[in-house]
């Protein structure tokens, strides 16, 4: 079973910053992509942002100019930088890996966003 070990988030204050990272095993070889998703306390498990091998980037609307994604490609990480938050970001982020046309994820990690 593909383990996706993520870290970061917790509770921040409405305007602060939080950093979260995933790392995908070493011996998952050919990632065409890894991402964040967010699931609201809705249930609605939306996409947060992405990024392909090749650093193509993609994002939701609403984080736009406030999340960055990024990765390291030798390691197997990607990271979702996240800045000016709101109470609306608060949810479980999960880490997308996506190989072969198959995808992985994380177990998630919680942000709560405090105003």
């Known amino acids: 079973q593909v383990q996706l070990v993520e870290s970061g988030g917790g509770v921040v204050q409405a305007g602060g910053s939080t950093r979260l990272s995933c790392t995908a095993p070493k011996d998952l070889i050919g990632i065409s992509q890894m991402g964040w998703f967010r699931q609201a306390p809705d249930n609605l498990r939306t996409l947060i942002a992405t990024?392909?091998?090749?650093?193509?980037?993609n994002y939701r609307d609403s984080v736009k100019a406030r999340f960055t994604i990024s990765s390291d490609n030798e390691k197997k990480t990607a990271y979702l930088q996240m800045n000016s938050l709101k109470p609306e970001d608060t949810g479980i982020y999960y880490c997308?890996?996506?190989?072969?046309?198959?995808?992985?994820w994380g177990r998630g990690t919680q942000v709560t966003v405090s105003s």
């Open positions: 997308n890996v996506i190989k072969g046309g198959r995808d992985y």
């Open positions: 990024i392909t091998k090749d650093g193509t980037t």
